[in-house]
């Protein structure tokens, strides 16, 4: 029974990494392109 709930927890756990990373990528690029706007009227 406990090797079948590991699995299932594994890529729950993969699945939520993957949606940080994309999340943070996200904020990543926003800030650049806003950093880039910034910097592009001075």
Not at 2 to 23: D, I, M, Q, R, Y
Request: hydrophobic share 50%; net charge positive; proline share 2%.
């Amino acid at each position: 029974m406990s090797n079948h709930k590991k699995p299932s927890s594994e890529e729950n756990l993969k699945g939520t990494l993957l949606a940080t990373f994309g999340v943070g990528l996200v904020i990543i690029i926003f800030w650049v392109l806003a950093f880039d706007l910034y910097t592009g009227r001075f």
